[in-house]
């Protein structure tokens, strides 16, 4: 039997991952996270009993060597969605994100090696924000590094050590960089999420600077259908863009929230950004032309699911409370 050990699989991704590998595949799964609180948790709260028998839940820190110790006997595939991905929190203090995203991705890297005769697969889920801004155009997969966080910084470290495994010790290892990813359960924190918890509550929707931040927006379920793709499509040693392509204003994303929701675009408010958000990039945008020459494209216009995941949130408001 197909075995895969998903890190990070009670976050937001990583808990969308997992259950389209429970509904797409006939593989068991491993899934590692840290001792997660009851919201996390209720991320699989749709997951069946049945399936439910398929999962190997682990809790534990990727950090920590000792927890680490053995969780790739026998598994065939790891993909690493584990990392703290809270930019402003990077800000304020880093050595967290130092620990998590290139230590513990050290750490999971040192037992893919211990393991590489039955590993088939390592991918290392990463972010585009590693590129740092680019205002025209878009970054290719060989475009130089150029973190302007913290948060970002790790990751772009993260990658390289990824590479590093793949050509001193052979690890199978793909790295996928993704664009703003948004769907159902997002942190409340999200911009998503919190623009549709104010908007509900008729709150003023805190947009930062003059709103023309643009940012490129994936569904989640395509970014787990491409980390599938990837899988079966990938070769090792590579880089591999996932997005849709699909660029939005903050100023947009509100508008949109707003009118899915019937309220006034007069709810807006504009913030301080010099102030209140230091390290955050104008625009974002990756190329996928290497990763759609393997097969694999977006699928959905970005609208269209956004104004789905709008209404997800304004039914279900228990989750961002």
């Given at each position: 039997m197909t075995k895969i050990l998903i890190t990070g699989c009670l976050g937001f991704i990583g808990s969308h991952f997992t259950k389209y590998v429970l509904k797409n595949t006939n593989w068991d799964i491993v899934g590692f996270n840290r001792n997660s609180d009851q919201r996390n948790y209720n991320r699989w709260g749709d997951i069946t009993n049945r399936d439910m028998q398929r999962i190997q839940l682990i809790y534990g820190d990727l950090?920590?060597?000792?927890n680490v110790s053995g969780i790739l006997e026998d598994v065939d595939y790891c993909v690493n969605f584990a990392a703290k991905t809270f930019v402003d929190h990077s800000i304020r203090d880093?050595?967290?994100?130092?620990?998590?995203?290139?230590?513990?991705?050290?750490n999971l890297l040192d037992e893919a090696t211990r393991n590489k005769k039955t590993l088939i697969r390592y991918i290392q889920v990463s972010t585009d924000e590693v590129y740092g801004a680019i205002l025209k155009g878009s970054?290719?997969?060989?475009?130089?590094?150029?973190?302007?966080n913290p948060y970002a910084a790790a990751k772009a470290s993260a990658d390289m050590m990824t590479?590093?495994?793949?050509?001193?010790?052979g690890v199978p290892a793909i790295i996928t960089r993704t664009e703003n990813n948004f769907g159902e359960y997002q942190h409340p924190q999200k911009a998503l999420p919190k623009f549709v918890k104010y908007a509900m509550e008729n709150k003023p929707l805190p947009v930062y600077g003059d709103g023309e931040h643009v940012r490129m927006w994936l569904y989640v379920e395509e970014h787990c259908s491409a980390i599938c793709h990837l899988i079966e499509k990938g070769k090792p040693g590579e880089i591999y863009h996932v997005a849709g392509?699909?660029?939005?204003?903050?100023?947009?994303?509100?508008?949109?929230?707003l009118e899915t929701l019937?309220?006034?675009?007069?709810?807006?408010?504009?913030?301080?950004?010099?102030?209140?958000?230091?390290?955050?990039?104008?625009?974002?945008?990756?190329?996928?032309?290497?990763?759609r020459a393997t097969g694999w494209?977006?699928?959905?216009?970005?609208?269209?699911?956004?104004?789905?995941?709008?209404?997800?949130?304004a039914s279900n408001e228990w989750w961002s409370k």
């Amino acid at each position: 039997m197909t075995k895969i050990l998903i890190t990070g699989c009670l976050g937001f991704i990583g808990s969308h991952f997992t259950k389209y590998v429970l509904k797409n595949t006939n593989w068991d799964i491993v899934g590692f996270n840290r001792n997660s609180d009851q919201r996390n948790y209720n991320r699989w709260g749709d997951i069946t009993n049945r399936d439910m028998q398929r999962i190997q839940l682990i809790y534990g820190d990727l950090s920590n060597n000792s927890n680490v110790s053995g969780i790739l006997e026998d598994v065939d595939y790891c993909v690493n969605f584990a990392a703290k991905t809270f930019v402003d929190h990077s800000i304020r203090d880093a050595r967290p994100f130092v620990e998590s995203n290139i230590l513990g991705t050290v750490n999971l890297l040192d037992e893919a090696t211990r393991n590489k005769k039955t590993l088939i697969r390592y991918i290392q889920v990463s972010t585009d924000e590693v590129y740092g801004a680019i205002l025209k155009g878009s970054y290719k997969e060989d475009s130089r590094l150029n973190p302007t966080n913290p948060y970002a910084a790790a990751k772009a470290s993260a990658d390289m050590m990824t590479l590093s495994y793949f050509n001193t010790y052979g690890v199978p290892a793909i790295i996928t960089r993704t664009e703003n990813n948004f769907g159902e359960y997002q942190h409340p924190q999200k911009a998503l999420p919190k623009f549709v918890k104010y908007a509900m509550e008729n709150k003023p929707l805190p947009v930062y600077g003059d709103g023309e931040h643009v940012r490129m927006w994936l569904y989640v379920e395509e970014h787990c259908s491409a980390i599938c793709h990837l899988i079966e499509k990938g070769k090792p040693g590579e880089i591999y863009h996932v997005a849709g392509e699909q660029e939005l204003t903050n100023n947009q994303l509100a508008k949109i929230v707003l009118e899915t929701l019937g309220k006034d675009v007069s709810l807006v408010e504009h913030l301080d950004d010099h102030n209140a958000r230091p390290g955050h990039d104008r625009r974002y945008a990756i190329n996928t032309e290497k990763i759609r020459a393997t097969g694999w494209k977006s699928k959905y216009k970005l609208e269209d699911k956004l104004r789905d995941v709008i209404l997800w949130y304004a039914s279900n408001e228990w989750w961002s409370k």
